[in-house]
């Protein structure tokens, strides 16, 4: 059964860092993709960042040049670090895996909160 467990949320201050970690457990498949996603309060889920077996990566608008998204294919663990967090980043963060035939895992989130 494959397992996503998230961890690195809180709370921190406009203009500060987290760094998020989700890892992988109980896949008999590669991992194709993973990343990062978010909920806000009363908005979808929207992407934040992606990065391919590859190294390929994808952000959104928002978060560019500010999140840098990694994984370690060894530990099956990606990693997102946020520098100069805003009020407007404060959401649920939930970790997606997908595999190289299309099935997709979640995680069941992490709070991140950015005071003002």
């Known amino acids: 059964q494959v397992q996503l467990v998230e961890s690195g949320g809180g709370l921190v201050q406009a203009g500060g860092s987290l760094r998020l970690s989700c890892a992988a457990s109980?896949?008999?498949?590669?991992?194709?993709?993973m990343g990062w996603y978010r909920q806000a309060p009363g908005k979808q889920r929207e992407m934040v960042a992606t990065?391919?077996?590859?190294?390929?990566?994808n952000y959104a608008d928002s978060v560019k040049g500010r999140f840098t998204i990694s994984r370690d294919n060894v530990k099956n663990t990606v990693y997102l670090q946020m520098n100069s967090l805003k009020p407007e980043d404060t959401a649920v963060y939930y970790c997606?895996?997908?595999?190289?035939?299309?099935?997709?895992?979640w995680g069941k989130g992490t709070l991140v909160t950015v005071s003002s």
């Open positions: 990065i391919t077996s590859g190294g390929s990566r």
């Open positions: 997606r895996i997908t595999s190289y035939y299309g099935s997709a895992y």
């Open positions: 109980g896949t008999s498949f590669s991992i194709n993709a």
